[in-house]
């Protein structure tokens, strides 16, 4: 039996998966990875805290919760934002 295809989003942000090596996400068309290696503040964070954040302005992601601003160029061009912030959930 097969499933029915998943009709188009219409959200413009949504997380699509959380494995145990980090987070996929469709953001504005686009499918993002956020390895927990590369995004350690996600890591120690529950599901309801990965799932709860907003899309502002189509510029960047915000998570309340865990007080996590990205900016989406920072997801489509990983290699011009090289620091890393530190964990604070270890």
């Given at each position: 039996?097969k ?32 390895s ?30 865990l007080?996590i ?7 489509e ?10 964990s604070?959930?270890?």
């Amino acid at each position: 039996m097969k499933s029915p295809r998943r009709g188009k989003s219409t959200s413009k942000a949504e997380i699509l998966n959380i494995s145990k090596f980090g987070i996929w996400m469709l953001v504005l068309g686009k499918e993002y990875f956020l390895s927990f290696d590369e995004f350690p503040w996600f890591q120690g964070a529950s599901i309801e805290q990965i799932y709860t954040f907003e899309l502002v302005h189509d510029r960047h992601l915000y998570w309340e919760a865990l007080d996590i601003d990205l900016a989406i160029s920072s997801l489509e061009e990983p290699h011009k934002f090289p620091l890393k912030a530190k964990s604070h959930h270890g």
